[in-house]
């Protein structure tokens, strides 16, 4: 199976679904919830620059390298935010998740466990992915927790690394997680979704 080919995953009322022009309007929206790209350490475009943001993100899966999902509650079909695979490596049978990010109200709910779930899930028992990775800025303290507490394990930083949309440089800090500690992540996922929230 291609590891830009189109899939649908769902589970819990979360739906992801390959992002499309279609959802550029929903897109917005969610980003509105939060005034998200306000946030100096995210990727998350500003409102006119949504189109432009989802046909960078389906030129790079033409390439082959990216596949973004927009992330949308099952029932309604609204748009909840955005995440991706990206650096994708078939001949080493790796990739990173990214791109990802919520509307505000989605925050600290199950919508990212979800997703999680779901994406980890895909690259690893159909993709047959050796390796997930994640990368954050080293100022996204809450993307580095998120991470952590996924069960994935911290490779290192590397130092001046990227630009931020305020131009300075970042600092980012690379995770990854291996095939074979997938089993005990999946058991901790689905513990945490079963979990009674308070």
């Not at 992915?129 to 507490?149: K, L, M, P, Y």
Request: with cysteine; proline share 4%.
């Amino acid at each position: 199976m291609s590891f830009v080919e189109a899939v649908t995953l769902a589970a819990r009322g979360v739906e992801l679904v390959p992002l499309a022009l279609e959802h550029e309007a929903g897109l917005r929206a969610a980003a509105a919830d939060g005034e998200l790209w306000k946030l100096r350490v995210t990727s998350v475009p500003e409102p006119e620059q949504t189109r432009a943001y989802i046909e960078a993100a389906l030129a790079a899966r033409q390439d082959g390298n990216r596949f973004a999902f927009a992330v949308r509650d099952h029932s309604s079909g609204t748009v909840l935010g955005s995440t991706s695979y990206h650096d994708i490596l078939p001949a080493v049978k790796r990739l990173e998740i990214g791109y990802t990010w919520y509307a505000l109200r989605c925050q600290r709910s199950h919508v990212n466990t979800t997703c999680k779930l779901l994406m980890l899930t895909h690259a690893f028992e159909t993709l047959g992915c050796h390796v997930v990775g994640w990368r954050t800025d080293n100022f996204n303290h809450a993307s580095q927790r998120a991470i952590e507490q996924l069960g994935a394990r911290k490779d290192g930083v590397i130092r001046g690394h990227a630009l931020r949309r305020d131009g300075t440089i970042r600092d980012t800090v690379l995770y990854s997680l291996r095939a074979g500690e997938w089993p005990e992540v999946k058991a901790q996922l689905l513990y945490l979704l079963d979990k009674p929230r308070p």
